[in-house]
């Protein structure tokens, strides 16, 4: 789950109603697994209307190949046949269910634009609702380019496991073999970091870094800046003891992947991750600008609350736990990857399918991924951007959703908000939920991540049910 709410993290979280001084003290929390926006009702419903869309044609989907892996809660449901009840067929009627139910929550969450991909064995719908530019009222499109926020943890998670599988890092060395300067790092795992147990505690949950991104959206934060706001902040617990969502933890697997490979991460992640997976229209930016055709993203992580376009705002404070561009398109392709592990060894899909226990009853977390209720990857918000990708490998189905917006909305992020509404839909006995959002203790923004939950008992910021992370008014999204 790397969504930002003044960077804010993954996570889903409850907020209340934001005043404009608590809007100023709002982190960023880089929210992707686990994030919950706040919804700013600034769209018009009345120019949202459904774009095109390919609703239940046949979808030649194969068995998956393989992934499989030996304990967690998700071990042993990659492989095999599909479940014939676990999704339902897209018949003309569900469709239109679809369709209704997306509409009704973008007019509730007042989310400019929105575009749903789901493919099943029976068949796939793909439909773009509302506007991509509010100003210029360009319909929303399946084709156009978006921030992803915290979903990028699990490309950056996968990048490890090609290292492991390289024999050039272990799962279980410390990070301080392959990163100097962490705080207690000889006894935190590369595990760990990727299994958001490492107690260290989130920088976008520091009201400096909060401030500094707020205020200056432009400015471009290096790796080391960026950890050094969360290392001012003692561990919040032993390493190991509890789950905590954190984009501390994924900038640290970015520098060792730096550190190990002598590549930068963005060619990294083009060579071994993005190439291998055949993603030709996913990329790793250096800068705020993205790709056209691209669809504008609207926030409310500002100093005054108020609703600001955010579409070229740089990415550098989200880095490898929240900045991958990507397509609708692609994100379905990863979906299954990622749920599957073909770029990776068997044995490294193993360790990444090892999911524990985050708190919430409906969410585990493995090594950059959960499995919500049976639909296993990740969700992600950055300011103005929410994604959503997830595969059911008991029904070989997909469910992608990108959105232009990542204002919270009863307390939720807005992405889990439809992912929960459409699954009751398509997969009435494994619907996608998230703890809401509640406000950090001790710290003026939501920076914990995108598992639409929030690391229970953290008192980080990071999140606040079940260990997942929060967005609150001090923690920026991812």
Known sequence: MTKTRRPRPAASRTAAPRTAGRAAAAALALSGLLATAACSGDSNPSQQGAGQAVTAEPAALSPSAGAGGSGGSASGSASGSASSNAVVALTPAVTGQLDA?????QKQAGVPGISVGIITPSGTYQKSFGVADKNANTPMDPGMFSRIGSETKTFTATAVLRLVDQGKVGLDDPISK???????????????????RSGLFPYTSDPDFVNAFINDPNRVFTPDQLLAYGYKHPAVFPPGSKFQYSNSNYILLGKLIENVSGQSAGDFLQAQVFGPASLDRTSFPTDGTLPDPHAHGYTDQTPDGSVQDATNWNPS??????SVVTTLADLESWARTVATGSVISQAGQTQRMQTLPTGDPNVSYGFGLFDNNGWIGHNGSMPGYESVAVYMPEAQSTLVMLLNTDALSQGQEPSTLFANEITKIISPQHVYALPTQTASPSAPGSASGSPSGSPSGSGSGSGSPSAL????ASTVRT
């Open 101 to 105: 139910a997306i509409q009704r929550v």
């Open 178 to 196: 392959y990163v100097d300067g962490v705080p207690g790092g000889d006894g935190i795992t590369v595990r760990q970091l990727g299994e958001m």
């Open 317 to 322: 404070w989200a880095w490898t736990a929240g």
């Open 469 to 472: 992370p929060t967005n609150t």
